[in-house]
């Protein structure tokens, strides 16, 4: 399984104000994923991002919003912008493994705007 | 009405017990169902999978499928406090596009 590495592990950031998280991974894969996780809520897939292609965003998910950078096949990055209190929440992002079904998730980004 | 419904606990059992954890779906698209657990502070970790209907056991964990009923169920034998997390239910088709549940949390006592 690919071990995933995010930073930062938690922020408190101001509203009006944009963080970028970074996701890195210990193997080349094709796919990778961010995710949010609010409290009570189903983990829901912001966007997907394969290298060399631009991000597929979900339904309710912006790419003005929620920017994705994939330079290449370990590395990937998520920008929050214009943070308001709503976008308090964990942001994970999770590679495909060798089957479409496993994903594997990074340790999580925890965001609070205040 | 969601995709997946999955009951959010908390679930609290003594140590020892048989854990049953639960999710229903209504899209009948979904092939592939999976378990994730997820300890505090850390990601969701791929714990079992089934493919279509049936049983699936691996040590002290049993998924089932009963895709007639669009319901899932996760059996924990001999439960344990290192077994405390929150349980993701997780399903797909044939895309690599998962719909999760919304967890349940489990506390396993002592």
């Known amino acids: 399984s690919a071990v995933i590495s995010q930073k930062p592990s938690r922020d408190i950031c101001q509203r009006g104000t944009s963080l970028t998280i970074q996701c890195q991974v210990d193997?080349?894969?094709?796919?990778m994923f961010w995710y949010r996780q609010q409290p009570g809520q189903s983990l829901t897939l912001i966007a997907t991002a394969n290298q060399g292609s631009e991000a597929t965003y979900e339904s309710g998910f912006v790419i003005d919003k929620f920017p994705i950078s994939r330079p290449n096949l370990t590395f990937s990055t998520l920008t929050v912008s214009n943070m308001s209190p709503e976008d308090s929440s964990i942001y994970l992002c999770?590679?495909?493994?060798?089957?479409?079904?496993?994903?594997?998730f990074g340790p999580g980004t925890r965001l609070t705007v205040t | 009405q969601k995709e997946v419904e999955q009951d959010p606990g908390p679930l609290s059992v003594p140590e020892g017990a048989i854990v049953s954890l639960n999710c229903t779906y209504s899209n009948s698209a979904f092939q592939y169902f999976m378990w994730y657990r997820q300890y505090s502070r850390k990601g969701p970790e791929l714990l079992m999978y089934?493919?279509?209907?049936g049983n699936k056991e691996d040590g002290r964990f049993t998924a089932q499928v009963d895709k007639s009923s669009k319901y899932i169920s996760l059996f924990i034998r001999d439960s344990q406090p290192s077994d405390s997390a929150t349980y993701l239910c997780a399903m797909t088709g044939t895309a690599s596009k998962l719909t999760f549940g919304t967890g349940t949390r489990l506390q396993v006592t002592l």
């Open positions: 999770s590679v495909e493994g060798d089957r479409a079904y496993e994903q594997y």
């Open positions: 193997s080349q894969v094709t796919m």
């Open positions: 089934t493919y279509s209907s």
